[in-house]
């Protein structure tokens, strides 16, 4: 069975920290996709990363950095330098490779960047 | 492109009414898939499809139906609501085979059910 743990419910930071959002993982596949959806206070759900299980290289995409241990089975997301406009909850998903459509959601990081 | 569109956005029902919540995407996306939310408790898979005339039951498949008659359309039905089934339901769709965007669900932006 796959899992994804979100261990913080929820995160308070001042505008301008670094803050990392942590994200467990466990699965039997040996091929998998991790991602990073963030839902703003409207409610959409956007994309922000999908990881493959062979690429362990971390990435990094402006204030955003995601760094993958497969040895741990984490995949936490860094923000740099957080704003306001941070504020959302940021959910941490799995899925076999071949199926998305089974995607598998951690319960989420409510993160609130106060000014 | 509109992407995942749903509709309603808002629902209020009393117990034993029937509904359809609709999802349309234009993006001629083979998979499709019908997720709720529920505070505290991140998505959860209700059924989805892996193109027209298919689906399948995701992990909370009680209590709710979909068909699959076209690849645009993807509705998903409660036949007598309950107000366990009071939730915000999102539909996403994803390309299929080999396309470069084949494992990223795009979603819809929600529709909030009320169950009296």
């Known amino acids: 069975a796959q899992k994804v743990t979100q261990a913080q419910t929820e995160i308070s930071v001042v505008e301008k920290e670094d803050v990392t959002l942590d994200c467990v993982y466990e699965?039997?596949?040996?091929?998998?996709?991790l991602f990073w959806y963030k839902q703003p206070p409207s409610g959409e759900l956007v994309f922000l990363i999908r990881?493959?299980?062979?690429?362990?290289q971390n990435e990094i995409s402006g204030r955003y950095s995601w760094n993958f241990q497969k040895s741990t089975s984490s995949f936490n997301f860094t923000i740099t330098a957080s704003q306001v406009v941070d504020s959302a909850v940021y959910f941490c998903?799995?899925?076999?490779?071949?199926?998305?459509?089974?995607?598998?959601f951690g319960k989420g990081t409510k993160l609130t960047v106060n000014p | 492109n509109a992407g995942v569109t749903q509709t309603p956005k808002f629902q209020v029902l009393k117990t034993g009414q029937s509904m359809t919540l609709q999802c349309a995407q234009d993006?001629?996306?083979?998979?499709m898939s019908w997720y709720r939310q529920d505070p505290g408790m991140g998505l959860r898979l209700i059924h989805y499809?892996?193109?027209?005339?298919?689906?399948d039951q995701g992990e909370v498949p009680n209590g709710y139906n979909v068909s699959r008659s076209t690849t645009e359309d993807f509705p998903l039905r409660l036949l007598s609501a309950a107000p366990s089934q009071t939730s915000v339901y999102f539909c996403?769709?994803?390309?299929?085979?080999?396309?470069?965007?084949?494992?990223?669900?795009?979603f819809g932006a929600g529709s909030r059910l009320t169950v009296l």
């Open positions: 996403a769709s994803r390309e299929g085979g080999g396309a470069p965007g084949a494992n990223v669900l795009t």
């Open positions: 699965t039997r596949d040996t091929t998998y996709y």
């Open positions: 990881r493959n299980s062979f690429d362990e």
């Open positions: 998903a799995l899925s076999p490779q071949g199926g998305s459509e089974k995607l598998v």
């Open positions: 993006m001629n996306h083979e998979y």
């Open positions: 499809s892996v193109g027209a005339g298919i689906t």
